[in-house]
């Protein structure tokens, strides 16, 4: 029978009669199965298998994704926006020629866009989601198989060890110094000791040992899928851009409605002019002042950076992270898969006091085959002295704990008392002030990594283990550093990022790897065992300090929230279960690919190719999608602006409204929607900041003014110089030149810092308008020609005096009232 716990059979049996090997269970409910049931130590059989799937017995919760098709087709198409546009479309279809209805092809093709793109993201995440997910370890028929959680049945018996995640509910079968943390279910931040009979639920994970549990809810029937079914889908809110703009779009509907019925009463009551006419510059004033582009370049940008994301192997389990990781100015990094490989090897073995090495090299040998999951270090230790293994049988265990930092084992070596063994760390086991911790102090300050083998008599589980333990011999291993470990932190340190390196391994020894890895501050190291423990003390030091050894994974956490208590945005990367309750809090957890299910469950981000060099990417990711999208918003809403403001002033004076639809759709064409999209796709350093709305109206607000004001002049002087037939097509073209040019003025603001191709941009979208004022077919299309002189250049006129109002206010803004 394979095993990878050991079977506790001193422990109380589930009550109840033993299944049959081709018996029915039996189905009190769809998805439970009865307590009474005792289980098989072998699991179930390949035939009981297939009757739970022929039943549906089965864990059929979907893994944690993108949206469904329809739900992503349905976002885009069923919006708010699309349907006032889409029933004014549906009007200029009757009264107005093909030119004025564009404004809808151009809705149909950005909903196309928008769909084609969020279905790219999805096909990428469902198949890195795949890639990531939990497999956890299965037994049938004897046999311990990983296993994708769907394939879990009910009745299933599945194997536990350290960092796995529970994947579903269900009764304790077998257990060996089992822990399991339960604090992301209720809140309760120590562990439970664990014994067979007992129930674990799903979202909970292993702190400590091992076992195996079998499954009684499985599904939607299990704990934490009821809790969190819909809360761990991907999602695209919750993020202050998204949020920000809700509410931006919320204020302009409110603005929008008085505004367009103020509108359509002046153009159809107040001016008894064409009526049709009179409809299509109605529509024309409405149209622009929906950012309908601004909703959808943010969806574009979100998921145009999850495919980039994607093709380096990142997994982006909740959309915001993308965002959450740009606003990062603070990362605490965990040193172990991190900073270094996971692996280790040993590079030496210090017997003390005259211990005799051979017996020193059976014993470590014999430790580490107790040991059915060794972490890293003990895999090393395995590694080394596999061959000389003491034969001796196992009487206890003590598996290894973040919280005490050591493990043990007891053997019989004599056949009389056992021999108790514990390994870990020399500074935990060692009193202040023995002789040895000089030595060892010696190996930490070379970025060495040093256990003590020292011999007890107490219980290994007593809580005095390690008082009056005797060394026995020193365990020195040589950490892997990741190649490219100092490039990365170089990145943050030139990206104003603070990098804090916070480790459970002895001060020093981490202090040492950080300076070998160019960190600053790696010289000022602290023992996590003296820090402070108010919070306000405690992110002093943080502050202060860059290397953290001795940490506890409550002090983790504790340390996370006295960071972002002081205003910081934390995140936090890690692989080892210690790790889950401080990527928990933190505003963006990262978890490696390669690290424990708890891990990678709780983790925003999890880097699939287990490469720390790949998080400056998604840093960078984040930089461009909410620095580029907070840059174009002010374009989309500058335009909301001016129509609103246009609106009412042609309310005011009684005039008949400038435009035509085809008018502001060429405008908004060529100043908006085809630079915004090359812009948000730009790349882009800045460290995203707070207050979005605000950054973007300070200059939106202004902008939008002085662009209604000068075009409205423009159009009032047009009005007093041309009469007769035609007279308003001539004004409307004198507008139309002015508000162009201050609409490019705007974008050439946007577009700093300027490089050869934001330079090619600004002036291409120039060159295609010149190009419809000099072409026939196209000056008919869109009904512009420019009549005379005088007008065309007394409306370039308006725009130079316009745009000089615009670099003025401004630069005023910038000053007057800062981001």
């Known amino acids: 029978m394979t095993q990878r716990a050991k079977i506790d059979t001193d422990g109380p049996e589930p009550p109840g009669p033993a299944i049959d090997a081709?018996?029915?269970?039996?189905?009190?409910?769809?998805?439970?199965?009865?307590?009474?049931?005792?289980?098989?130590?072998?699991?179930?059989?390949?035939?009981?298998?297939?009757?739970?799937?022929?039943?549906?017995?089965?864990?059929?919760?979907?893994?944690?994704?993108?949206?469904?098709?329809?739900?992503?087709?349905?976002?885009?198409v069923f919006t708010r926006f699309n349907a006032i546009i889409g029933v004014l479309w549906v009007i200029m279809f009757f009264v107005a020629p093909i030119q004025d209805t564009l404004f809808g092809f151009v809705i149909i093709a950005n909903t196309g866009i928008g769909i084609i793109q969020e279905l790219r993201a999805k096909r990428t995440l469902d198949g890195l989601a795949v890639i990531g997910e939990a497999k956890p370890t299965v037994r049938r028929d004897g046999v311990a198989t990983q296993i994708s959680t769907s394939g879990i049945v009910l009745g299933d018996l599945i194997e536990l060890g350290p960092g796995d995640k529970v994947v579903v509910d269900g009764v304790v079968a077998e257990a060996d110094s089992l822990e399991i943390d339960e604090s992301l279910l209720t809140g309760e931040a120590d562990p439970v000791l664990k014994h067979p009979g007992d129930q674990v639920m799903s979202g909970s994970f292993v702190v400590v040992g091992g076992g195996a549990f079998r499954a009684t809810k499985v599904g939607r029937d299990a704990y934490a899928a009821q809790l969190a079914e819909e809360a761990s889908r991907f999602t695209l809110v919750d993020s202050e851009l998204r949020n920000g703009i809700s509410t931006i779009l919320k204020y302009v509907t409110w603005m929008m409605i008085p505004t367009a019925l103020g509108l359509i009463l002046s153009q159809l009551v107040v001016k008894q002019t064409d009526f049709k006419n009179s409809i299509a510059r109605t529509v024309g004033g409405i149209v622009p002042m929906i950012p309908e582009g601004l909703v959808l370049l943010t969806s574009v940008a979100f998921a145009i950076g999850v495919i980039r994301l994607g093709r380096l192997k990142v997994?982006?389990?909740?959309?915001?992270?993308?965002?959450?990781?740009?606003?990062?100015?603070?990362?605490c990094l965990d040193k172990t898969g991190t900073l270094t490989e996971g692996g280790m090897d040993v590079s030496e073995l210090r017997a003390l006091d005259g211990a005799d090495e051979p017996y020193v090299r059976q014993v470590l040998g014999a430790i580490g085959a107790s040991d059915p999951r060794p972490n890293a270090s003990l895999q090393a230790i395995i590694d080394a002295y596999h061959g000389d293994r003491g034969a001796w049988p196992v009487a206890e265990t003590l598996p290894f704990s973040s919280v005490r930092k050591y493990s043990g084992a007891a053997f019989d070596e004599a056949g009389g008392e056992p021999v108790r063994w514990l390994l870990g760390a020399p500074d935990v086991l060692l009193p202040d002030g023995d002789p040895a911790l000089d030595e060892i102090d010696h190996l930490n300050r070379q970025g060495l990594r040093v256990l003590l083998l020292a011999r007890t008599g107490s219980a290994l589980d007593a809580p005095d283990a390690a008082a009056g333990a005797a060394a026995v011999a020193l365990v020195v291993l040589e950490q892997r550093l990741r190649p490219d470990a100092a490039e990365t932190l170089a990145y943050f340190a030139d990206q104003d990022v603070s990098a804090k390196v916070i480790s459970g391994d002895n001060a020093v020894s981490v202090g040492a790897v950080a300076g070998k890895l160019g960190l600053a501050g790696a010289a000022n190291t602290v023992d996590a065992r003296r820090l402070p423990a108010g919070r306000e003390e405690m992110a002093e030091t943080l502050e202060s300090a860059g290397v953290f050894g001795r940490?506890?994974?409550?002090?983790?956490?504790?340390?996370?929230g006295a960071l972002?208590?002081?205003?910081?945005?934390?995140?936090?990367?890690?692989?080892?279960?210690?790790?889950?309750?401080?990527?928990?809090?933190a505003d963006i957890g990262v978890s490696m690919g390669s690290g424990s299910e708890a891990t990678r469950a709780v983790a925003q981000i999890v880097l699939l190719n287990n490469s720390f060099a790949t998080l400056p990417a998604v840093v960078a990711e984040g930089r461009r999608v909410i620095g580029n999208i907070t840059r174009v918003a002010t374009l989309f809403l500058t335009k909301t602006v001016y129509s609103v403001l246009l609106a009412i002033l042609v309310a005011c004076f009684q005039v008949e409204y400038p435009?035509?639809?085809?008018?502001?759709?060429?405008?908004?064409?060529?100043?908006?929607?085809?630079?915004?999209?090359?812009?948000?796709?730009?790349?882009?350093k800045e460290r995203a900041r707070p207050n979005f709305v605000r950054r973007v109206m300070r200059y939106a607000i202004p902008s939008g003014v002085i662009a209604a004001v000068s075009t409205f002049t423009t159009y009032l002087i047009a009005r007093h110089y041309y009469t007769g037939p035609g007279s308003l097509e001539a004004e409307t073209s004198a507008a139309t030149l002015t508000l162009f040019l201050v609409s490019m003025w705007v974008l050439?603001?946007?577009?700093r810092p300027y490089s050869w191709w934001r330079v090619a941009l600004v002036v291409s979208m120039g060159a295609a308008f010149l190009v419809v004022l000099v072409v026939p077919a196209l000056q008919h299309f869109f009904a512009l020609k420019l009549v005379g002189t005088v007008m065309p250049w007394t409306a370039v006129a308006v725009a130079v005096v316009a745009s000089a109002a615009l670099e003025f206010s401004w630069r005023l803004v910038g000053r007057k009232f800062p981001a």
Request: proline share 7%; hydrophobic share 45%.
């Open 22 to 76: 081709g018996a029915e269970l039996d189905p009190v409910h769809p998805m439970e199965l009865p307590h009474r049931e005792e289980f098989r130590r072998g699991g179930l059989t390949a035939a009981e298998v297939a009757a739970h799937v022929a039943r549906g017995e089965v864990n059929d919760v979907p893994v944690r994704s993108s949206r469904t098709t329809a739900e992503i087709v349905r976002g885009n």
């Open 315 to 331: 997994l982006v389990q909740e959309l915001p992270a993308i965002e959450g990781l740009a606003r990062v100015d603070v990362v």
């Open 551 to 560: 940490v506890t994974p409550q002090q983790k956490r504790d340390m996370v």
């Open 564 to 585: 972002q208590s002081r205003g910081h945005n934390v995140a936090m990367t890690g692989d080892g279960v210690n790790d889950v309750l401080a990527l928990k809090d």
């Open 659 to 684: 435009f035509l639809p085809r008018h502001l759709t060429l405008l908004s064409t060529l100043t908006i929607g085809i630079p915004a999209f090359f812009l948000a796709l730009a790349p882009n």
């Open 748 to 751: 050439a603001i946007v577009a």
